[in-house]
């Protein structure tokens, strides 16, 4: 199982794909604690990003100004997100000669969108706060914003 999981990284942090070293990155955080007690918080960020929220808002809330519709596509790409195994950012990983992932699978392809949009948030977040927030809670805090932005249009 463990050398299976070191495979799966070394695999992952061979690709070039940023979206797939922020899954290893997502995935060594939640190994790392997983077998702590760890309780679920609004302001997990708080110390280590202070600008998470606000640098994610801006990003989200200029794609909604461009196209109202991007709003309840971020929702969706979140929502399908979590299917197979959880909410844990794979939508986000793209097929490789080797590795055929969910942003393809039938219900996806072509389908979700928005992946830009989180793009950018991504990186607009690597410049406030390098290495420290996942793509799953980019996904999470952009659909949030997503639904509390379009509520007001
Ligand atoms: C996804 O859609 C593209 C464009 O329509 C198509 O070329 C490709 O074969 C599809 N991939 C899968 C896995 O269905």
Redesign the pocket.
């Known amino acids: 199982m463990l050398l299976l999981t070191n495979k799966f990284i070394s695999k992952i942090m061979a690709s070039s794909s940023s979206a797939m070293v922020c899954l290893a990155m997502a995935y060594l955080l939640v190994a790392s604690f997983g077998s702590s007690n760890a309780q679920l918080t609004t302001n997990f960020y708080s110390n280590s990003c202070p600008n998470l929220f606000s640098t994610v808002k801006a990003v989200v809330q200029s794609a909604i100004n461009k196209e109202a519709r991007m709003g309840a596509s971020l929702l969706r790409l979140f929502f399908h997100d979590c299917f197979v195994n959880g909410c844990d950012g794979s939508i986000l990983l793209d097929d490789t000669s080797s590795f055929?992932g969910e942003k393809?699978a039938?219900p996806n392809?072509?389908s979700v969108r928005g992946f830009e949009v989180i793009d950018q948030i991504k990186s607009a977040v690597e410049n406030v706060c390098p290495s420290m927030v996942s793509c799953a809670d980019i996904l999470a805090i952009t659909a949030r914003d997503s639904v509390v932005i379009v509520s007001k249009i």
């Open positions: 055929t393809t039938v392809n072509g």
